[in-house]
C-alpha cells in the first residue's frame, strides 16, 4: 500500500478512489458492490467486486459497497 494509507479504517487528505475528490476529511476502506436490478427477463445481480478501494463519506452514501472491517 502506498505511504499514507491505513488497511481498514479511516486515513486523512487523500483522494477517493470514486469520484476523484480531494477535498474529503478521511477516507474508508471498502469493497465495491456491483448491483443488476432483476427485469421481466433477468434475476437479480448482486456481486462484490475483487480487491478494495478507500471511498469518501459522500460516495459510501450514494453507492453499494461493504465496508472493510480492520484486524
Do not use: F
Amino acid at each position: 500500500m502506498p505511504d499514507g494509507w491505513a488497511r481498514g479504517g479511516t486515513v486523512a487528505l487523500v483522494t477517493c478512489e470514486s469520484c476523484g475528490s480531494d477535498d474529503v476529511g478521511g477516507l474508508t476502506e471498502v469493497q465495491r458492490i456491483y448491483v443488476t436490478p432483476a427485469a421481466w427477463d433477468t434475476e437479480e445481480k448482486v456481486k462484490p467486486a475483487e480487491g478494495t478501494e478507500h471511498w469518501c463519506d459522500t460516495c459510501m452514501l450514494h453507492y453499494p459497497h461493504q465496508v472493510i472491517e480492520s484486524a
